[in-house]
């Protein structure tokens, strides 16, 4: 196993006006599953093509332990390609797909046999060696990918949007499988996704890029409660964050016809930039309604005229408008699913006041503690 280090490295395409990875400096412990998240277009895709070799670092150096791969071969590098789209050869069966590489390395019969059907035990494939992957489903055949990097127990693991193929279900099921096969094995894994849920809960730290600049690296849960800027604020959670544009006052920030309090220093950065116009953040889980005659005993409400309910089950989702600052603004709200409201309904929400963030209107910057 080994670290993977980006060293402000850089990806510029030919003819390209900026670079597809800006200087990215990253360091992927040795055993740890790091996510790369982001929206399409952002590089993450790219910096993984990267650390394997198969595209060009125009910039900076990648390292694999202490070695510098940057101008290595793909072969050179030990590592192993989760794909997308599987890669899996119809005409062989699933022993000869996870076996191919080490066959191909000269390896004897018996030592392929034995890993392969090692890791098919693991990945409970076992009953399926001798059929094609025509005869196998989605998540047998990523299973079957899988197995195929496995039995080469490569130094690193890299993972391109392994489950997009995959329904909803087999989505969930597979990647608790992939993150708890990881941990088993201990083998550093760059994994990427799109999709903000799977990243927060599948990697031990998780890497937002946008633009091809990292925004922030950090622990789910604490990129959940302390995001770096509006934009990853936005990204991380679902639904994403509350952040609507208000005013400082002297105690805090306008909050529809109140004030809500903030802390002082976030006060005080935002003044040191000379303006009174912030961001306020808010989730939806982090909102409370307040029955009509109880209002006075919450302090500081705010009116929200219900547009679309979203029924979950046991939880809803209400989508509305509401004045926070001086112009109206979508806001998102969870609710119990039993006392859900219903459309064209006002409810009055109050903010947990340790829940909230402050970010700068101006830079995007978190303000907040």
Known sequence: MASVTFHHASCTYKDAERPSVDALDLEVADGEFLVLVGPSGCGKTTSLRMVAGLEE???????????????????????????????????????????????????AKDVIRAKVEETARMLDLD????????????????RVAMGRAIVREPRVFLMDEP????????????????ASLQRRLGITTVYVTHDQVEAMTMGDRVAVLRDGVLQQVDAPRTMYDRPANVFVAGF???????????ELTADGVRFGDGVLPVAREARERATAEGTTEVTLGIRPEHLDVRAPDALADHGTTLPVVVDVVEELGADAYIYGTARVGSEPAPVVVRVPGRTAPGKGETVHVVARPDETHLFSTRTGARLSD
Do not use: W
């Open 236 to 246: 991380i959670g679902s639904p994403a964050m509350n952040l609507v544009a208000t």
């Open 127 to 142: 009953a399926y060696l001798d059929r094609k992957p025509k005869a196998l489903s989605g998540g047998q055949r990523q």
């Open 57 to 107: 670092v125009t910039g900076g150096s990648i390292s694999i332990g202490d070695r510098d791969v940057t101008f290595l071969e793909p072969k050179e590098r030990d590592i192993a390609m989760v794909f997308q789209n599987y890669g899996l050869y119809p005409n062989m069966t699933v022993a000869q797909n996870m076996g191919f590489a080490l066959k191909i390395a000269g390896a």
């Open 163 to 178: 489950l997009s193929n995959l329904d909803a279900k087999l989505r969930v099921q597979t990647r608790t499988q992939i």
